[in-house]
């Protein structure tokens, strides 16, 4: 178990990471999120002792490892862009860290073909790296990570360099592969599709302070304030009358604010909610609307595929209570 109390990096005047107090279960997948600059990468430097503390202790199984150097603590850390070694094999990046603990050749080919297989990549022991994609070099670095048996892995956005596409595919995948090997993970990123994807738990961060943690489901359901709802992927954050409005229509008691996902208000049909079309954007998977909401304010909303109203379109808007998250006032992380 990775317990993290009290977490302090500075870098002079600047803290970087401001009492983070975390932990992670053995087999458990925790995901920090936050924007550029929120400290998350400087945690996890700390936790791999890459930056020293200026105030609290990273411990595991109850251990702190204050004093023990980052060779020394029985964690691998992959990167965002991998860092193969280009003049060895597939097969030889993997094997490396095989060959450090001194496994014998025959069990060490066997072991590289079981990761290799594991991540995907059965067959490819014999290319070079430089003849790989991006996504195939993520994968070989995953698999040189697990042949470690690291008893945690530290996972610096490491798939931020792919296409979007891409990105989404491998997040699904990094998943499976973590959850066959019972690897222990903890992964910084900025992207909140690759959070949710892969994570069992996430931390966000802003400002170097952990503002809200709890399981993906309960994060999502129920952010801690406006800063956090937007920064999670909810389109708008609505307040007073206009929040009251929409959680009527809902089903749902009033409240002082809502955070408000783009495809909770749906165009079509009945729904109690009158509204004019503002601005259309097709999509191959939906309609995008910006609509003009009685007694709302401007707010966004989808349609179906193949449907193009025309700005000053009256529409109809269904609300989906699912999409919704009701703020409370004064929450705290």
Not at 8 to 27: C, I, N, P
Not at 45 to 53: K, S, Y
Not at 135 to 149: F, I, N, P, T, W
Request: proline share 5%.
């Amino acid at each position: 178990m990775l317990s993290i109390e009290g977490v302090t990096v500075s870098f002079g005047a600047q803290r970087a990471v401001d009492d983070v107090d975390l932990r992670l279960d053995d087999g458990h997948v925790l995901a920090v999120l936050g924007p550029s600059g929120s400290g998350k990468s400087s945690l996890l430097r700390a936790v791999a002792g890459l930056e020293p503390l200026r105030a609290g202790r990273v411990s595991w199984d109850g251990h702190d490892l204050a004093g023990t150097p980052t060779h020394q603590r029985g964690f691998a850390l992959m990167f965002q862009d991998g860092q193969l070694f280009d003049h060895l094999t597939v097969a030889g990046n993997v094997g490396y860290a095989l060959r450090l603990r001194g496994l014998g050749r025959a069990a060490a080919r066997s072991r590289v073909g079981e990761l290799l297989e594991l991540v995907g990549l059965a067959g490819y022991g014999d290319r070079l790296p430089r003849t790989l994609s991006g996504g195939e070099r993520q994968r070989v670095a995953l698999a040189r990570s697990l042949a470690a048996e690291p008893r945690l892995l530290l996972l610096d956005e490491p798939l931020s360099a792919l296409d979007a596409e891409l990105r989404v595919r491998l997040a699904a995948d990094l998943r499976q592969i973590l959850r066959e090997s019972g690897t222990t993970a903890l992964l910084v990123t900025h992207d909140q599709e690759e959070a949710f994807a892969v994570a069992d738990r996430l931390a966000v961060m802003r400002a170097g302070a952990v503002v809200q943690q709890g399981t993906t489901e309960e994060v999502w359901a129920a952010p801690v304030d406006a800063a956090t709802a937007l920064f999670l992927g909810y389109s708008r954050v609505l307040t007073g009358a206009a929040a009251a409005v929409v959680l009527a229509a809902a089903g749902l008691p009033p409240a002082d604010a809502v955070a408000v996902r783009r495809s909770a208000l749906t165009a079509g049909g009945s729904g109690g909610l009158l509204a004019s079309v503002v601005a259309v954007r097709a999509t191959p998977d939906e309609v995008r609307l910006v609509v003009d909401v009685d007694g709302v304010g401007e707010a966004d909303a989808v349609g179906a595929p193949g449907w193009l109203p025309a700005p000053g379109d009256a529409v109809e808007l269904r609300v989906d209570a699912a999409r919704l998250a009701v703020l409370t006032p004064g929450a705290s992380p």
